[in-house]
């Protein structure tokens, strides 16, 4: 398995305003994931985080809202940018270890007011 | 778009008594992994099962998988009180990447 952190745990944030989510990973990853969870919904994955190019988003994401940085194989970045209401989640990443094994972090509770 | 769909929504039980979650896909899948969330927390990794597998097992969890059905079900027996929780199933595509299409999740509620 993989120690995954996240800072912060939880914020309140205005409206217009951005927000940066850090993960740290405590071993050298390849795959880094970074994931969405509305209110009483599932997961959605927002975007694959690559080391050392442009993350991949899925569809419906999009740069400029869900900026991703990955500068080593232990950290990535999630900017949540102009917020609004619609974006108050739960945002989690997640490593892939042991063949395909994929574990989250603790999540980052993100209310927008 | 969600992938999977998990049955039934929410489940209570007794302590003691076993738990069923099902879990229902819609494409060829690589892995299928159960999850259990506990308040909207982190997402805890229960157990992963390969598409030529057939049946798991770790501690008190069974699950079994039907690629003919597109289908997996996970079973708690014994349950504690500790295992109120939601629970999520999650596939990865049979093309050889890592990204997970989740189910829609069980609640499960054990009665003291």
């Known amino acids: 398995s993989a120690v995954i952190s996240q800072k912060p745990s939880r914020d309140i944030c205005q409206r217009g305003t951005s927000l940066t989510i850090q993960c740290q990973v405590d071993?050298?990853?390849?795959?880094m994931f970074w994931y969405r969870q509305q209110p009483g919904q599932s997961l959605t994955l927002i975007a694959t985080?690559?080391?050392?190019?442009?993350?991949?988003?899925e569809s419906g994401f999009v740069i400029d809202k869900f900026p991703i940085s990955r500068p080593n194989l232990t950290f990535s970045t999630l900017t949540v940018s102009n917020m609004s209401p619609e974006d108050s989640s739960i945002y989690l990443c997640?490593?892939?270890?042991?063949?395909?094994?994929?574990?989250f972090g603790p999540g980052t509770r993100l209310t927008v007011t | 778009s969600q992938q999977g769909e998990e049955d039934p929504q929410a489940l209570s039980i007794q302590e003691g008594e076993n738990a069923t979650m099902n879990c229902s896909y819609k494409?060829?899948?690589?892995?299928l992994q159960w999850y259990r969330q506990n308040s909207g927390r982190g997402l805890v990794h229960l157990i992963l099962?390969?598409?030529?597998?057939r049946e798991k097992h770790s501690g008190r969890l069974r699950v079994t998988l039907d690629t003919s059905k597109k289908s997996s079900s996970l079973l708690i027996t014994a349950s504690r009180a500790a295992d109120t929780a939601s629970y999520f199933c999650?596939?990865?595509?049979?093309?050889?990447?890592?990204?997970?299409?989740f189910g829609t999740g069980t609640r499960l509620t054990i009665i003291p």
């Open positions: 997640s490593v892939v270890v042991n063949s395909y094994e994929q574990y």
């Open positions: 071993s050298q990853v390849t795959m």
């Open positions: 985080a690559n080391q050392g190019s442009e993350a991949t988003y």
């Open positions: 494409t060829s899948i690589n892995n």
């Open positions: 099962i390969r598409s030529n597998e």
């Open positions: 999650a596939t990865d595509a049979n093309f050889g990447n890592e990204k997970l299409t």
